[in-house]
């Protein structure tokens, strides 16, 4: 989740080479989303968060739950992230990219919604995670300064990944899929299409 206007936020590409054993990336921060995709290959892209923790990567081209490795992201470290020999992130030879963003801080519970949420947040950039409740209506705490002007969800069961924003309709009716080529959709019952809040 992305906060309005001009966000001072700890952003980092790293280009690697993959070795087929251990290393450690450094990006100079320490990360909390890192999204890794094979440059010279057709691996799946792989999202990692401090917040659901490492080896459990989802995948930005598909709609499949989140997965479950045991030697890919390992780690988030206070400069970067270590990476096992899963060849999907450290095929010998291949080159990857990473995004690294930090949200700061620790993950602390929110209670601002109607769900309860953990959040990780630097009041300009959020990961949260919460368990929906087929309640229509319902809001979730994001732990922004502000009210947020991107946000991208995505259940770690199978399902589409959803995006939404000012930039793509201010009513909050309409989003994308960002996993699907297709022209933007009607966010139908996903999405309570109020607009969001300074705090939900």
């Known amino acids: 989740v992305y906060a309005a ?10 280009i690697y080479t993959g070795n087929s054993g251990t290393q450690d990336i450094s990006c100079g921060f320490a990360p909390d989303l890192v999204w890794l995709k ?9 999202l990692y968060d401090s917040v659901r923790g490492a080896l459990k990567p989802l995948y930005s081209d598909l ?15 206070s400069d970067g992230f270590s990476l096992g020999d899963t060849g999907a992130v450290n095929y010998n030879g291949s080159s990857f990219v990473a995004w690294c963003w930090a949200a700061g801080g620790t993950t602390v519970v ?9 959040v990780r947040s630097n009041g300009d950039f959020s990961i949260v995670q919460y368990t929906g409740n087929l309640t229509a209506g319902a809001t979730v ?3 922004l300064s502000s009210k947020p002007a991107f946000m991208i ?4 069961s199978a399902s589409d990944w959803y995006v939404f924003g000012d930039n793509i309709d201010p009513t909050y009716v309409n989003g994308l899929r960002l996993n699907s080529p297709d022209a933007i959709v009607a966010a ?3 999405l309570n299409t109020a607009p969001p809040t300074s705090s939900v």
């Open 5 to 14: 206007g001009d966000a001072p936020l700890s952003f980092a590409p790293v």
């Open 38 to 46: 094979q440059r010279d290959g057709s691996e799946n892209h792989r």
């Open 63 to 77: 709609a499949d739950a989140q997965g479950e490795e045991s030697s890919s992201l390992t780690s988030f470290n």
């Open 110 to 118: 929110n209670n601002e919604g109607t769900i309860q949420s953990q």
């Open 141 to 143: 705490g994001h732990g």
């Open 153 to 156: 969800f995505k259940s770690e």
């Open 188 to 190: 139908g019952s996903n």
